[in-house]
């Protein structure tokens, strides 16, 4: 079961930017309804992408560093990252289907 | 091939979940198609203070999760699609979607409201980088800085005192010179220092590049033009029912509301609607959830009449 692991400010580059395969970061926080309905489909992305993709989740209240660097503005946002770069953002829910077919897209 | 159900209910908001639940108590084999987030327009209401049995109020989404496990409880089925048609086909109801057919023998419609848009230049290409429908979603993103909201209804002033828990300063830009939102919160909002009015006013425009920068206004008793600089634009301007599929189906006002008997059918048989969808809806969770229920006890009367076990 490839959970995704909760990074923060501090953990951010060393997990994220200088991560050798794409990663996918969830920014969410916990008085947002469409962030918990965004969750469970990223932890189903994250078993089937095992290997491929790493998915971690950025709580936004806590980490305004991070959030406020990659100009979020709206949760939920899952930004994907290649090689230290933002290739791809979803902004708002997106059922399964829909997020899947970005995520390939981010990762051509 | 079309997935049979006895009833089909469109929109997992609380007129669906509630229809959801008495349909499948009355053992109706019953799924809820839901083309976002369970909830609805509860989904991103931070707290709903008016719905009876919480003193100190509920979370919406949490909420709307409690409605939707009480009906799975009793096998409510929930299932993903943006329902595009509902066709007759050998007595019952072919309701098509993105994902999927259902052949229902009763159609509940709950599909409820979405956000009006200004329909300015800068609003959809912005959006989600400083134009926002939703305060609760958004507002903690815009802390210390200053912004808009747009409207003069409940909405506009309940979300705005909500935004005001972190923006320096909100202007509320309305196109009249009163507020038509109720006065428990009005009051709140004239006491609230963090909050200017910028009366008889709109927008005509959302200015920035990567996000929103500010935003054009124009005065409709002088006329005047003015660049009001800020850092997120918060559009509560009114709701538009979800019916546009159902145009020539269904009666419908010229709003988009069905119409609707006190038993919640519309003109065909078989087709109910529930909820902000329906004409002279409330537009409250306790009468979304009454009309759902009833909808759904119609529906199984229905059921029971016209199918001959």
């Known amino acids: ?29 916990p008085w947002c309804g469409p962030c918990r309905m965004v969750s469970p489909i990223v932890e189903e992305l994250a078993d089937e992408y095992d290997g491929k993709v790493s998915f971690v989740k950025l709580n936004t209240d806590d980490n305004p560093v991070t959030a406020s660097r990659y100009g979020i503005r709206s949760i939920p946002t899952l930004l994907v990252f290649k090689e230290g770069q933002p290739v791809g953002a979803i902004i708002g829910f997106r059922p399964k289907s829909d997020l899947k077919r970005r995520l390939d897209a981010a990762l051509v | 091939m079309a997935q049979e159900y006895d009833i089909v209910i469109i929109g997992a908001g609380p007129a669906g979940l509630a229809a959801g639940l008495y349909a499948a108590r009355a053992r109706r084999k019953t799924i ?27 979370n919406g989404f949490d909420l709307a999760q409690a409605m939707q496990q009480q009906a799975e409880k009793y096998g409510m089925e929930m299932g993903y699609g943006d329902v595009t048609a509902i066709e007759p086909k050998d007595g019952r109801h072919l309701v098509s979607t993105s994902d999927g057919e259902y052949l229902a023998k009763a159609v509940i419609i709950t599909g409820g409201a979405d956000y009006n848009r200004l329909n300015v230049p800068g609003e959809e290409r912005l959006t989600g980088r400083g134009v926002s429908y939703c305060a609760t979603c958004d507002a903690a993103f815009f802390k210390d800085q200053e912004v808009a909201v747009v409207g003069g209804g409940d909405a506009a002033i309940d979300e705005g005192l909500f935004v005001t828990r972190y923006a320096s300063k909100a202007y509320v830009i309305h196109r009249r010179d009163q507020l038509r939102a109720g006065k428990i919160l009005q009051e709140r909002a004239f006491a609230n220092p963090k909050m200017e009015f910028v009366w008889n006013a709109v927008v005509t425009e959302v200015l920035g590049e990567e996000a929103v920068t500010g935003v054009r206004l124009r005065n409709l008793v002088t006329g005047d033009e003015s660049t009001l600089p800020v850092g997120a634009i918060f559009i509560f301007i009114g709701l538009h029912p979800n019916s546009d599929y159902l145009k020539g189906l269904l009666r419908m006002d010229e709003g988009g ?52 076990e």
């Open chain 2, 257 to 308: 509301h069905i119409y609707v008997t006190d038993w919640m059918e519309t003109d065909v048989p078989g087709i109910l609607a529930a909820g902000d969808i329906r004409v002279n809806s409330s537009r409250q969770v306790v009468s979304a959830a009454g009309d759902g229920a009833t909808a759904a006890i119609k529906a199984d009367h229905y059921i029971t009449d016209h199918f001959k």
């Open chain 2, 32 to 58: 809820v198609l839901e083309r976002n987030v369970t909830g609805g327009q509860i989904a991103l209401t931070s707290v709903v203070e008016n719905y009876p049995g919480f003193p100190e109020g509920v």
């Open chain 1, 1 to 29: 079961m490839a959970k995704p692991k909760e990074v923060n400010d501090a953990t951010f580059e060393q997990e994220v930017l200088k991560a050798p395969s794409p990663v996918m970061v969830d920014f969410w926080a």
